[in-house]
């Protein structure tokens, strides 16, 4: 089959890392991958065998804000159609993030059947969170229109009701497909050596932002008055920084709490944790859970909106806290004392290839 993604650039985040997994698991079974990005951004690799092809707006006209998306879908259309014409047709097509959702569902080259888009998260957090009165019904409206009546890959199920329920849509299809893992690369990264190998600590993955809940989590660290440092691995903005080292200090464990910045290789520090904690109000998924149970590192995660509950599940749900900083130091303390036996077959679900097969499979619905 021949499939095209398309995305809004590659800067290095998780849904871009995401599209790429599956571009090079889909490659390795066989078929023909092409990837559009919109931005000339790649923090990436672009794995072997994919046509990437870089689609950039140059157009320096005052009002071109306001022509923005009827005319970039004009351009994605002239670039579909040439592939299209020199490779034959694209049997299913992926757009991947908002802003390139929002020009795919003005593009005309493509069978609209042919088109899914990829729900990397949370619509109502990420889009309506700070909005009120009529600029959050402006929005709303939007985004109904994007999505209504269209087919809809979802990370979580969570992802998908969201978008239903918050924006009154009905989708024409909709299915949950988890994201893929590079489990054999994430072992081999988490071999290499860490210093603090042989010490007991506790660790945050992901960046410093206020939807993450470090407020939760240094509450709920405090409250445990367990002995062990917690290490805070991710960059934020200086002030949100700043204001959880004063929290830190005013909650008197600003000798243990750790900030170590962002690190290319996180794996190490996760594969020799104690524990890993995720404190979010929400998740589009929580990828750093199963990278966490790959490296066999228990995990205690909030019961937030999103994947957390779809992946602990059986006795990994002992790590599942309520919203709040007692319920999650209770956890923490829990999964210390008896952590939970982690099963290599469940983590299986998540491997690349049966990842991409989901996804091909669409192509029969």
Excluded at 205 to 234: C, E, F, S, W
Aim: aromatic share 8%.
């Amino acid at each position: 089959m021949r499939i095209l993604f398309i995305i809004d650039g590659l800067p290095g985040g998780g849904a871009e890392k995401v599209v790429l997994t599956l571009a090079e698991g889909m490659t390795t079974l066989g078929h023909e991958v092409s990837l559009f990005s919109l931005r000339n951004v790649c923090d990436y690799p672009i794995p072997s065998g994919i046509e990437y092809k870089i689609i950039q707006d140059d157009s320096r006209v005052f009002w071109r804000k306001v022509t923005e998306i009827k005319r970039r879908a004009k351009q994605l259309d002239d670039v579909i159609i040439k592939s299209q014409q020199a490779a034959g047709e694209f049997d299913l097509v992926f757009s991947n993030l908002h802003k390139t959702d929002r020009i795919v569902s003005q593009c005309r080259s493509i069978d609209r059947s042919k088109i899914w888009f990829c729900i990397h998260g949370i619509f109502s957090a990420s889009y309506l969170g700070n909005k009120k009165g009529f600029s959050r019904w402006l929005k709303q409206r939007k985004i109904t229109n994007v999505y209504q009546h269209k087919n809809i890959v979802g990370v979580s199920q969570a992802a998908i009701d969201d978008l239903i329920n918050q924006f009154n849509i009905t989708v024409k299809n909709s299915i949950e497909i988890n994201n893929p893992f590079d489990i054999e690369g994430i072992l081999k990264l988490a071999s290499e050596p860490c210093p603090l190998a042989g010490s007991d600590y506790l660790i945050h993955v992901g960046r410093l932002h206020p939807n993450k809940r470090h407020d939760r989590l240094l509450k709920a660290y405090a409250k445990t008055q367990l002995p062990y440092p917690l290490i805070l691995m991710g960059k934020g903005s200086d002030a949100y920084t700043e204001k959880l080292k004063s929290l830190a200090d005013e909650l008197g464990i600003s000798e243990k709490v750790k900030f170590m910045g962002f690190c290319a290789n996180p794996y190490p520090y996760i594969k020799h944790a104690k524990v890993l904690i995720l404190s979010s109000d929400s998740e589009g998924f929580g990828n750093v859970l199963v990278e966490s149970l790959i490296c066999g590192t228990p995990v205690v995660s909030t019961n937030c909106p999103g994947g957390p509950s779809t992946i602990l599940t059986g006795n990994l749900a002992c790590g599942l806290s309520e919203l709040n900083e007692n319920s999650l130091a209770e956890k923490i303390i829990l999964v210390c004392n008896h952590p939970p036996i982690i099963e290599e077959k469940t983590l299986m679900n998540y491997g690349i290839i049966p990842t991409a097969l989901k996804y091909l499979s669409l192509a029969n619905q």
